[in-house]
């Protein structure tokens, strides 16, 4: 197990080194951190946000009952 973790820390070690040396790499690194934060958050959308996906389904049709509820009864009350 220690050879394990001395291994992670050398590489974070060289990383942080390769950062400070060449400012590219920390550019680099930080586009990466963000071409896959937008990956994740890609996918979120496409699996929890698409049309046919049950419980995005029951999520809208749950909102557009209370709405119109709420407008029946504002109209009811005119």
Not at 5 to 26: E, G
Not at 33 to 53: C, D, E, G, I, Q
Request: glycine share 0%; aromatic share 18%.
């Amino acid at each position: 197990m220690e050879i394990y973790y001395y291994t992670l820390f050398t590489l974070f070690a060289v990383v942080c080194i390769m950062m400070v040396i060449d400012p590219n790499v920390s550019l680099y690194i930080d586009l990466l951190a963000k071409f896959v934060k937008s990956k994740f958050t890609r996918a979120y959308m496409l699996v929890w946000l698409h049309p046919k996906n049950p419980i995005f389904r029951y999520k809208v049709w749950r909102r557009s009952m209370k709405m119109a509820e709420e407008l029946r009864k504002e109209y009811d009350n005119k």
